[in-house]
């Protein structure tokens, strides 16, 4: 997935979570654009992402490796 993001991102797109934050390989959702559509696409797709959260779909992060920083 790393090697995904690192070549979507120097192509110009963007990857982020569903919920438009800041994506993390351990997280459970991905949205990858070509970096132009990605406003209209987070726009597009929040009320479904809404509505998942809503009934309970956790969008957090499926694993954190122990001193392992999301922060960054």
């Known amino acids: 997935m790393a090697a995904g993001v690192l070549i979507v991102?120097?192509?110009g797109g963007t990857v982020s979570r569903m919920d438009g934050g800041k994506f993390c390989v351990f997280d459970r959702s991905v949205l990858v654009?070509?970096?132009?559509?990605?406003?209209?696409l987070?726009?597009?797709?929040?009320?479904?992402?809404e509505k998942l959260k809503s009934k309970g779909i956790d969008f957090s992060l499926?694993?954190?490796?122990?001193?392992?920083r999301t922060d960054l």
């Open 9 to 11: 991102e120097e192509a």
């Open 42 to 49: 987070l726009e597009r797709i929040a009320p479904a992402t």
């Open 33 to 40: 654009s070509n970096g132009v559509l990605h406003a209209k």
């Open 62 to 68: 499926w694993y954190k490796p122990e001193n392992y």
